[in-house]
């Protein structure tokens, strides 16, 4: 087995958590993000399909751990990953008279009071612990849905992977599940009914079908938890009642199919993705490593590009290898099957290579140390490229007004195509209307920093 | 009136670093031997078994130098004094 290099992370600094498919690896920053060290490979030879730090109550950060041999098993950690442990019980085990056994945890959540996480496993089901990840029992709400005989596994295999409790109700989560698409309880997991309103699902005969959907990825901020935006098998869509029903959002991107979303810390409005070309070629468009950013909560779509590179990078970017950390400026961070791992400190205006040849990334997730509204943020070597990039502009973009005529152009390239009766003219004129204030726009918006 | 469970290295930081279990039981199947080992320590048993009682797929149980794929499982005779090895298959990649 290979040395496992020691990282010491200290208070005050930006750890990142990165779950590759032959381990687990440690990098810690100051807050500035441009400095980063090494700890790992821990758990080495292991895939590590999710990570996630739970501080209340101490710390400790937990890792699934995915033994080609010896099967799925919940690590945990109580000094910042010097040492790993199954804790009490560590197995999160499928009660007898369901006759299943677990397969892979998809994803580890903590969730309301102190002590509760979620974790969502293969085969699609969901667990709940309260004491911190020592015991683990199946929700089984979720698990004798009737609709669970027709849920049927995606490329990846049949998983829940994606887990939204409500930031102040503990009554309310929202839950993803590939394939079988959004479910939502409101009853703290007893029942549990699909929402899945306006997603397609390209691959069935019918279209837009109560449930089935391949969703990928969802993604709420928690001071507007009604608002929820999604990356579907393609699609990109937004809700503002929860889930019970979405709208397309796919305005100006490169191709609507992704796996990867995430939401800027401080803006509900502000979500990043990494479109990817097709499901028959799951890698970055054109060759060129583009993160792609909406400031208005979808209706505009632009392109990431600084220190990423735009020629002969066919990449692929899964479903948890795309994070945010709590900074402001935010830190957006994302990793690559092609073992890469790139870090932006100014919320995607500028981004630096962190290392590249780890082994494929499967899942990233950054954690400031400390208060992130007490951190001391020095002005770096983007801050420096762009003087305002730490002040924090509005939630809103001013640039709408400048938009306006061009706004209007594109609703009559749209009312000129409906006439024809052409919907997919209708979609590119709109497209390639709302393309170019968006660009502008965004220009602006770089140059504050966003 | 033991058995001996040989651990492979990858699960031995489960065992404190030892290699052999030795499991105060008498003779009995490798089903009996891996309750045992289930009562002694069950976080080894758990990487063995899956909650299904069914042997992962890329471990191999072998009692003697025999694999228990060829001398009936589970159910696999265990005398007293017997040495029972987990080894994990070569496969992966």
């Known amino acids: 087995m290979p040395a496992t290099r020691e990282l010491r992370v200290r208070q005050d600094q930006v750890l990142l958590m990165v779950g590759t498919a032959k381990g687990l690896f440690l990098f810690a920053s100051n807050p ?29 950060l937990f890792a699934s ?25 560590g197995v999160i085990k499928f009660p007898e008279d369901t006759g299943l056994s677990l397969k892979r945890i998809w994803q580890i959540v903590p969730a309301g009071k102190n002590g509760t996480l979620y974790a969502g496993v293969e085969p699609s089901s969901l667990f709940v612990s309260h004491d911190r990840g020592e015991h683990w029992e199946l929700v089984r709400g979720l698990h004798e849905h009737p609709h669970r005989a027709q849920w049927q596994p995606g490329a990846g295999g049949m998983c829940l992977h994606t887990i939204l409790p409500h930031p102040t109700n503990a009554d309310e989560i929202v839950v993803a599940m590939s394939t079988g698409g959004v479910y939502r309880t409101r009853d703290g997991g007893a029942t549990w009914e699909a929402r899945n309103v306006g997603v397609r699902a390209e691959f069935m005969p019918d279209k837009y079908p109560e449930f089935g959907q391949c969703v990928h990825k969802v993604v709420r901020h928690p001071a507007r938890p009604d608002t929820l935006f999604l990356q579907n098998h393609w699609g990109l869509y937004r809700s503002d009642n929860g889930g019970d029903s979405w709208q397309d959002i ?117 954690y400031y140390m400390g208060d992130p509204a007490k951190a001391r943020i020095p002005r770096g070597r983007a801050a420096k490229a762009k003087p305002a990039a730490t002040k924090r502009a509005p939630v809103r973009a001013k640039a709408a007004p400048k938009q306006a005529s061009k706004k209007k152009a594109a609703k009559q390239a749209v009312k000129k195509s409906a006439k024809k009766g052409a919907k997919k003219a209708t979609k590119q004129a709109m497209n390639k209307a709302a393309k170019k204030p968006a660009k502008k726009a965004a220009k602006k918006r770089v140059a504050r920093g966003r | 009136m033991a058995i001996r469970v040989r651990i492979p290295a990858p699960l031995r930081e489960l065992t404190q670093g030892r290699v052999w279990l030795t499991l105060d039981m008498p003779a009995g199947t490798v089903d009996d031997v891996l309750a045992e080992l289930g009562r002694a320590c069950p976080a080894v048993r758990d990487r063995v078994l899956t909650e299904t009682g069914e042997v992962r797929p890329h471990v191999q149980l072998f009692v003697g130098d025999e694999s228990i794929r060829f001398t009936g499982g589970l159910a696999t005779a265990v005398p007293d004094g017997a040495e029972v090895s987990i080894i994990p298959a070569v496969s992966g990649g």
């Open chain 1, 32 to 60: 500035g993000r441009d400095q980063w060290e090494l700890g790992g490979p821990f758990m080495p030879g292991s895939p590590i399909y999710s990570v996630a730090r739970d501080a209340r109550g101490g710390e400790r």
């Open chain 1, 65 to 89: 751990v995915d033994n080609p041999f010896f099967g799925t098993t919940l690590r945990m950690s109580d000094d910042l990953g010097k040492t790993w442990s199954d804790g009490t019980t």
């Open chain 1, 250 to 366: 796919a305005n100006g991107v490169p191709s609507d199919f992704g796996f990867c979303m995430a939401i800027h810390p401080h803006d509900p409005e502000v979500v990043y993705i990494v479109p990817l070309e097709a499901d028959m070629y799951r890698c970055t468009p054109e060759g060129k490593m583009r993160v792609y950013r909406t400031l208005d909560g979808g209706k505009h779509w632009e392109a990431l590009t600084n220190g990423l590179p735009q020629k002969n990078a066919h990449e692929t970017v899964l479903r948890d290898a795309l994070c945010v950390d709590a900074l402001n400026p935010a830190g957006v961070y994302f990793g690559t099957r092609s073992g890469k791992v790139y870090a932006s400190p100014d919320g995607g205006a500028s981004w630096n290579l962190v290392v590249d040849g780890l082994p494929a990334v499967q899942v990233v997730r950054a």
